[in-house]
Each structure stands twice: as C-alpha cells, then as structure tokens.
C-alpha cells in the first residue's frame, strides 16, 4: 500500500514515478530530449535552456566539451526554442530592412540585424548568432551573449528578454522573437480552398447534367426491389409490383408504406404515360422512378 501511495505521478508513456522523482519532473529536472530524470550524482553533464528554462543531457544534444566551454560566456537554447527561432535571413545588410513575405516560395525574409537598447545603450543584435554588438564606442566590433551585453549596459534586471528592448518598435526582445515566429507560422500555412457557393455548386451540377451520355438499358426483374435489390419481404414491408410496368419495390424503399392493396397499385412514373421520364442524375433507363 505504501508503495502505491508514493507513485501516483506519471510522465507519458504512462511510467510510474516516486514523489521525489515526481517533485524533480514538475520542476523541469527532467532532460528535455530524452525525458530521463537528471540526477546531479550523476556523471552526464547537463545545460539548462535559457528561454524554457529546462534541463538537457549535453550528450542528448550532441554537445561537445569544446561547446560546453563556450556556454560559459553565452545563451544556450534548447532544440525546442532553437526551433521557435529557426528562421531563414535574407541576405540584406539594412538595419532598417522591414519582414517581407517571398512570392516565389512563399518564406519569411528577416532582418539580419536589429538595433537593440538597455539602459539607454544601444547594440546590434543579429537574430542568425543571437549575439549583441554593442555601440558604446570602447566594446569595439566584438559580438556578446544578450546576458553579458545587459550586464555591460548597467541593468540590474539579470533578464534580458524584458531588458533589451527593439529600438523601433519599443518591444522587449523576446516579445519580437515571438511575434516573428507567428507571423511566419502563419505565413507558412496552406490555406485551405474556399468552398464554392450553393449557386456556384448548382450551375456545375446543371451543366454536368446537360452533357450528352450513352443511355444504360438495365434489365427489370419482379423478383427483386428495383431499389435496394434485395429479393426478401416483410409483412410490414412487403414488395409491390406495379400494374403498368411491372416494377417491384419495397414499400420502404419506394417510399409507399399506405398502399394496401398491392394488386392494383401504379407507381409514379405510370400513373401519367404520356409523360416521358428519365432519371436526372444517371444514365440508367427505366427503373422505380418518382419526382424528388
């Protein structure tokens, strides 16, 4: 009973979890690739994301220990939010170069750098490295990590997705990268086709109809419903033969539950013989015809 009590968390897969195992899941400890619990006792060296802030198995990303190095002094991005951001740059040099949507393959055009401020500090950030250049006048042309830029600037806030703002437009940084990522998801969707009209759908059909077509002369049986085809009665659906022509329906089929007396019953098409029918939808002549 115990040790039922203790595992009622789950994580997909629907795999038991302990309530330590549970509290480390539920506070993102768990590897964001491979969905394995990070045990810090452990020899697998982890990275935290600095966007969703969870953790993930340097090996599960293929970081090397070079690479690993390197995050000392940058951002790192889980593929998860690398691929929120994973957008293609045009070639345009132009700061000021506004989003434009491709005619020719339809793909989102970026910019390939922003101008950037944080306490009245202005940088360059170009989206493709996610790095900063600052423009202080004593940095020089050295690209920095968002975190250490802010830290140089003077910002106290230690977080740059709401310190570092877009210079144009006065939006946080990260509220750009958002709004960039949905306006090219929505670029990117296929548009569905408009449904034509009833009239439109009407005038298809009529002209679809008044097309010549070789008539189908079908042979006529008393044996069997010339609806439903089927050769079996019921008392309370019996099959009748017209008088005239000699069909046979059910009377379910044809749609003649009232008809009591079967022997001298005509069906719609016979009850005026002077009048020419035919089918308006298919080239089968003859049949259970009746006006719809």
Known sequence: ??????MKAMIPGDQLLCKPCSRLTNSKHNCGICKKIRNHLGSQTSVRCDSCK???HAE?????DRDLKDLEETDYYCPTCRAKFNFELSDSEKPDSKSTLGK????MILPDKVTVVCCGVEGIYFPSDHLVVCKCGSCGPRKKALSEWERHTGSKAKNWKTSVKVKSSKLPLEEWMMNLA??????????VPKRPSI???KQKLLAFLSEPYEPVNAKWTT???AVCRWVEDWDYNKIIICNRCQIAVHQECYGARHVHDSTSWVCKACEKPGIKRDCCLCPVK???LKPT
């Open 1 to 6: 009973k115990k040790k039922k009590k203790k």
């Open 54 to 56: 969870v953790w993930v």
């Open 60 to 64: 599960c990303d293929q970081i090397s």
């Open 104 to 107: 020719s393959d339809d793909r």
């Open 182 to 191: 949905e306006l090219h998801a929505n670029a990117t969707e296929t548009k």
């Open 199 to 201: 009239k439109q759908r």
């Open 223 to 225: 044996e069997r419903c």
């Open 286 to 288: 003859g049949g259970a």
